[in-house]
């Protein structure tokens, strides 16, 4: 079985701009959570998507938003670039809430 | 609220020693509970978890858990470290009345003198 693919591994990105994060389940995981990892901040969580529809979600500013498609696969974006949005995103998906995630190796985003 | 604590930021132990680490969290009922790994640079990889029933786990790499409900705690150990099991260790808790939404602690980095 695939793991939990995330795309791209590294991004740099400039102060303003926006930025889209992509993650693929694991097949036949209908939920899909999204971390941001920080030295500061540790694991915040962000949102987490259940069968195309936002279930929970973290204390973000509304820059932060995801969707998740009928795949499964979900994305999320980042709009307005701060330079305090550089961090290691972590995607996980789990076949339903009472298991545990499986995580992606993340995607480490740099704002400059 | 719910919360999880590891009291120990970082933790460094000789390669053969055993190794404790802890966790507590903040929860009415019994969680969902989880010891996750992270080598740097890379996602989080599942050490073991615990449900319900025998309050000790067994785990990948060597490692066990036992969940003691009067003490609220979900310590980790092992009884002989090995210098690749260096790496940051994050404890959590799967909470059922929000639909499992997951807490973490805020980790313990581990070093392994050789």
């Known amino acids: 079985k695939a793991g939990v693919t995330q795309t791209p591994r590294y991004l740099i990105k400039t102060r303003g701009q926006q930025v889209t994060l992509s993650c693929s389940p694991i097949s036949g995981h209908r939920s899909v959570s999204w971390y941001q990892q920080t030295p500061g901040q540790g694991l915040q969580f962000l949102f987490e998507?259940?069968?195309?529809?936002?279930?929970n979600k973290g204390n973000f500013p509304g820059r932060f938003s995801g969707r998740q498609f009928s795949n499964s696969r979900s994305e999320m974006n980042v709009s307005t670039l701060e330079l305090g949005d550089s961090a290691l995103y972590l995607c996980?998906?789990?076949?339903?809430?009472?298991?545990?995630?499986?995580f992606g190796s993340g995607t480490r985003l740099t704002v400059v | 609220a719910q919360s999880v604590t590891q009291p120990d930021i970082h933790i460094t132990v000789s390669e053969g020693a055993s190794l404790e680490l802890r966790c507590n969290y903040s929860?009415?009922?019994?969680?969902?509970l989880f010891w996750y790994v992270q080598s740097p640079g890379q996602g989080l990889q599942l050490l073991l978890k615990?449900?319900?029933?025998?309050?000790l786990v067994q785990g990948i790499k060597g490692f066990e858990a036992e969940f003691k409900r009067s003490q609220s705690s979900f310590n980790l150990r092992k009884p002989s470290v090995h210098w690749s099991d260096a790496a940051e260790y994050f404890c959590?808790?799967?909470?059922?009345?929000?639909?499992?939404?997951?807490?973490f602690g805020t980790g313990t980095s581990l070093t392994v003198i050789p």
């Open positions: 615990y449900f319900s029933g025998d309050t």
């Open positions: 929860y009415g009922a019994t969680p969902y």
């Open positions: 998507y259940f069968s195309e529809t936002q279930r």
């Open positions: 959590a808790v799967g909470v059922p009345d929000t639909g499992n939404q997951f807490y």
């Open positions: 996980a998906s789990r076949q339903d809430p009472s298991y545990g995630y499986t």
